[in-house]
């Protein structure tokens, strides 16, 4: 379900950060922007020619090995999720991040410095409203190969959960939780990546992390180091003399927390769902995550969304009061039982209207239509998105009960669930341009279990009864 709630943002103003790629171990120059309303989150390159532009989109994910990497005609970025987890823990809606080389600079190996960088800015409220989608029903993806799974339930607020099992003794198995969006600042931002011995040694050999030191990984040993491995090391990272300490972390790295292990999975479930492109209210619960399980996730889910932002749902609150119920909608319409065939009228402006019709199986249409099986026809459908729209029709005169309304033509009708009893019908009509001299083009759709049931383009004209 997508709602709006509260204004989008963006920053107040540019801000500049520098540092290396963690796999090319080139300097890089990142740049946030402003970006306008309902932009997103997009990566410049503006090292190649005519600077071209990578939506941070899910569909985009072209390789999940070692970080989240999106490529768009030939164009690559490479680890985008700690930036992105970033913005999306700030509550920041759109900027464009300038890059003069295909991944960001790893700093740290987390999110803080990107964090301080964006406090640094400020925020900028805009005045379009930000979408958000609302989790009613119960999402997963499991990638049956590793076992991972990713679970997303209702919930008030944006949460996650990560549950890590690395099946070693030197990690084990690790949980950690956020509550909500405004503690990521510091419950998660700090938290660094990190890699086992036995990974590290097969990056080194194919020639990656070359941007990689002690500061901005954390290196767990897992096996036992040999001295011929041990001298590769120092030689990789630059060190006269490493050593294993006690907690089985390699060169004495202080952790910040006992899971941040876990803690910086959890950052990469946020950054890699940012590429869902909306936000999202609903609990996430991701079991033994990575950036794999974690952008098919993200591209389900953004599926999900695109149908239903297709199909508009309108977002209802059955425990508030109807604007109409069916008593003053017959004040209204002429209308009368058997033939009146919308109940409550729940919004109402100058360019739409949303209806409901509870369908029973009262209704007299069913004794024929069909026996043993029950169907509302498709064209009371018709007459019952026609009699809300006359509704929004008939708010434009302040004697509406001295017109009648008439249909005049109905185009792309289009019929998608069936609808039976015990359903209820939600209307939504919107106005397809301005009435003028009492005529009226309307976008209607009907829906019934979340889901289009019906929608035609429908015209009508007022016209003022004779004698009154």
Not at 30 to 39: I, S, Y
Not at 274 to 298: E, S, W
Request: charged letters at 25%.
């Amino acid at each position: 379900m997508i709602i709006t709630n509260n204004k989008q943002r963006t920053i107040a103003k540019e801000v500049i950060l520098k540092g290396v790629g963690l796999h090319t171990g080139e300097d890089v120059t990142m740049k946030f922007v402003p970006a306008p309303e309902n932009h997103g989150y997009a990566f410049k390159r503006i090292d190649l020619e005519g600077q071209p532009v990578i939506e941070a989109d899910a569909n985009y994910v072209v390789n999940t090995q070692r970080g989240t990497n999106l490529e768009k005609n030939g164009v690559k970025i490479q680890t985008s999720e700690h930036v992105l987890a970033a913005l999306v823990g700030m509550e920041i809606d759109n900027v464009l991040i300038e890059l003069d080389a295909p991944e960001p600079p790893i700093m740290d190996g987390s999110s803080k410095y990107f964090v301080e960088a964006l406090e640094i800015v400020g925020v900028e409220e805009q005045e379009a409203e930000r979408e958000e989608y609302v989790v009613k029903d119960v999402i997963s993806y499991k990638d049956e190969t590793t076992g991972s799974d990713i679970t997303i339930i209702p919930a008030d607020t944006y949460q996650v959960t990560t549950m890590v099992d690395f099946g070693t003794k030197v990690l084990g198995t690790q949980n950690a939780t956020l509550e909500k969006l405004s503690d990521f600042k510091t419950e998660i931002a700090d938290a660094r990546t990190f890699s086992f011995l036995h990974e590290l040694e097969a990056l080194l050999e194919n020639g990656l992390i070359k941007g990689g030191d002690l500061n901005n990984a954390i290196v767990y040993v897992d096996k036992e180091i040999s001295e011929e491995t041990m001298k590769k090391l120092e030689k990789a990272f630059n060190k006269k003399k490493l050593s294993v300490k006690p907690n089985g972390i390699l060169d004495n790295l202080t952790l910040h927390q006992p899971n941040e292990a876990a803690r910086h999975k959890l950052l990469d479930v946020i950054g890699d769902l940012a590429l869902a492109g909306t936000r999202i209210r609903g609990k996430v619960i991701a079991n033994k995550p990575g950036h794999f399980v974690n952008t098919q996730f993200a591209k389900k889910l953004s599926k999900i969304i695109k149908t239903e932002r297709r199909n508009n749902i309108p977002v209802v609150d059955f425990n508030k009061p109807p604007l109409m119920d069916v008593t003053k909608i017959m004040d209204m319409l002429p209308h009368r039982p058997p033939f009146l065939l919308v109940d409550q009228i729940l919004e109402l402006s100058d360019t739409h209207v949303i209806g409901l019709k509870n369908v029973t199986m009262n209704e007299p249409f069913f004794v024929g239509h069909f026996p043993g099986a029950p169907v509302m026809p498709g064209v009371l459908q018709l007459e019952a998105m026609a009699q809300t729209g006359g509704i929004l029709v008939l708010t434009t005169v302040p004697d509406p009960e001295n017109y009648l309304t008439y249909l005049l033509k109905i185009d792309n009708v289009r019929y998608k669930q069936q609808v039976v009893p015990g359903d209820t019908l939600i209307f939504k009509l919107d106005l397809m341009q301005p009435i003028r001299r009492g005529l009226c083009q309307m976008h209607a759709k009907a829906y019934t279990n979340g889901k289009l049931a019906s929608e035609a383009e429908i015209m009508a004209q007022i016209i003022k009864v004779k004698g009154n």
